[in-house]
């Protein structure tokens, strides 16, 4: 099993900087990829980045250039650290681990979720 916790959500103002921390403990060594989402009120839940178990990194268009994805193996932590925030960026955020096991096939797990409000 694979549990994953956010943490650094926060109020800030338009162009300041956030960095989330996702945690992930149990069976870290099968986690596949690791992604953060966000979900505005009224918006459906979207992929904003994301980073494989090799290094690569992708990142949803409105985010590119202002928000960097990395992680720490040792502390088995990715972090999205979020410059140049706008208002639109303002929504609760959540860490997904993707796992995929044999037979079993693929699995998700969702933190709980932390919360982003940028103001104008």
């Known amino acids: 099993q694979v549990q994953v916790v956010e943490s650094g959500g926060g109020l800030v103002q338009a162009g300041g900087s956030l960095r989330l921390s996702c945690a992930a403990s149990?069976?870290?060594?099968?986690?596949?990829?690791i992604e953060w989402y966000r979900q505005a009120p009224g918006k459906q839940r979207e992929l904003v980045a994301g980073?494989?178990?090799?290094?690569?990194?992708n990142y949803v268009d409105s985010v590119k250039g202002r928000f960097t994805i990395s992680r720490d193996n040792a502390k088995n932590t990715v972090y999205l650290q979020m410059n140049s925030l706008k208002p639109e960026d303002t929504a609760v955020y959540y860490c997904?681990?993707?796992?995929?096991?044999?037979?079993?096939?693929?699995?998700?797990?969702w933190g709980q979720g932390t919360q982003v409000t940028v103001s104008s």
């Open positions: 997904n681990a993707d796992r995929v096991l044999p037979i079993i096939g693929a699995l998700s797990h």
């Open positions: 149990g069976s870290t060594f099968s986690i596949n990829s």
């Open positions: 980073i494989s178990s090799g290094g690569s990194t």
